[in-house]
């Protein structure tokens, strides 16, 4: 009985590293078309579109339809 104790906490203390490691690293998640587009039209980076910025994008745009 003390045999078998032993040597199931030994195994079990051997496998516990392996559960605990960690992926070095992350894969980077693709930018969908959206994010991409998005992001070509974001020309200072600050997260949001402007209004000029989306200007750029459609002239047709204006700043009453902008502003709603």
Known sequence: MMKTLIASLSI???AAPAFA???T???AKP???T???FAKH????????SIDE???A???VTTAGFEM
Do not use: F, I
């Open 12 to 14: 079990a203390a051997l």
């Open 42 to 49: 974001d020309t200072n980076k600050d997260g949001a579109l």
């Open 31 to 33: 930018q969908t078309a």
């Open 21 to 23: 490691q960690q992926p």
């Open 54 to 56: 989306v200007k750029t």
């Open 25 to 27: 690293t992350t894969p």
């Open 58 to 60: 459609d002239a047709k």
């Open 35 to 37: 994010e991409e587009t």
